[in-house]
């Protein structure tokens, strides 16, 4: 029981601003990090993320352990939107002198970024914030991993009731689909592209990982019942002003468009049983399913076995 205690209050203490917490400002409580690394394991890599990426026992220490020649630092940080984390970047691993000297001896060097859901209410300037992340770091001479917000939401929120749910669900794509590369400039950063046409070498990752549309989310999940939210649509305040925007000829197909997608969205929430303590954050075995997604995915050179990421492998 006291371990339980313990286990859930440090959990707890990960509960991102997303749930009503403040996230961190860029900068607030930012150190100058001081680490190195500790093995000789010829691959080196460093996760940036938030309070998903930090998680006790995540992903990062799975895949190392299916990853033979990698060494993974995972200096994630709870509570920190996409700007807080391009902060923490640059100080804990930009301007850390002991990295400065060298990596170890390192020759591939890396970094995953995952993170931004703290900030995603604002999706172009979140991906403006990852986006200096992976320019950073590839202007330092690291290779990256880029991954997606994981699904979230849960019916019990009601930031997700009716037709609000759909704006967070958009801002949530428009985020993943960024760092899939799915994405122009102007879609992915608005007025924030700056007349930028096409994405340039080093604004996107070298490996790119999809979190949000993968094993995590609750494909098998009842949808919502249409009735009820027919007989609201026209009277939804949102849907209102976006369909004001659309040419009349295509209007009643936009409705039917934004009706279906309101019915879909439980499909798009973190499955159940991949659960920790709210409907953000995994468990250990939705980690599993990150660390085996990233693994799928990972350069030969970081020696993986996958196959002891699988649910059946023994631990």
């Known amino acids: 029981m006291i371990r339980f205690l313990a286990t859930t209050l440090a959990l707890a203490l990960l509960l991102p601003a997303t749930a009503g917490i403040a996230t961190a400002k860029p900068g607030e409580g930012e150190t100058i990090g001081t680490w190195s690394f500790a093995t000789d394991r010829p691959v080196k ?94 202007g330092a001479g690291l290779k990256v991993v880029g991954l997606t917000l994981g699904p979230w939401g849960d019916e019990s929120d009601k930031r997700w009731a009716g037709f609000a749910g759909i704006r967070r669900q958009n801002n949530t794509r428009k985020a993943c689909e960024f760092v899939m590369g799915r994405l122009s400039p102007a ?3 608005g007025k924030k592209a700056a007349g930028q046409g096409a994405w340039q070498p080093g604004d996107l990752p070298d490996v790119s990982v999809d979190l949000y549309d993968s094993d995590l989310r609750d494909r098998a999940a009842e949808p ?17 002003t976006t369909l004001e925007d659309v040419p009349a000829d295509r209007r009643a197909a936009e409705r039917a468009r934004i009706l279906s997608q309101a019915c879909q969205i439980p499909r798009w929430y973190l499955r159940k049983d991949l659960r920790s303590f709210d409907h953000i954050h995994p468990n ?12 799928a995915k990972a350069p030969a050179s970081w020696g993986c076995d996958c196959a002891l990421l699988s649910p059946t492998a023994k631990r």
């Open 187 to 189: 879609e992915a950063l």
């Open 284 to 295: 250990k075995d939705g980690h599993r399913i990150i660390a085996a997604r990233i693994c």
């Open 45 to 138: 890599a460093v996760l940036v993320g938030g309070s998903v990426a930090e998680f006790p026992g995540g992903f990062a220490e799975q895949l190392q352990g299916a990853c033979g020649k990698v060494e993974i630092v995972n200096i994630a940080k709870a509570r920190l939107g996409a700007a807080a984390i391009k902060n923490r970047f640059d100080m804990q691993v930009l301007q850390n002198p002991n990295l400065a000297k060298g990596w170890g001896g390192a020759g591939e060097r890396w970094t995953l970024v995952m993170g931004g859901l703290n900030s995603v209410g604002n999706p172009e300037q979140t991906n403006l914030d990852v986006l200096g992340i992976y320019r950073a770091a590839h």
């Open 224 to 240: 919502r019942p249409e009735g009820p939210l027919a007989a609201r649509i026209d009277g939804d305040p949102d849907v209102r």
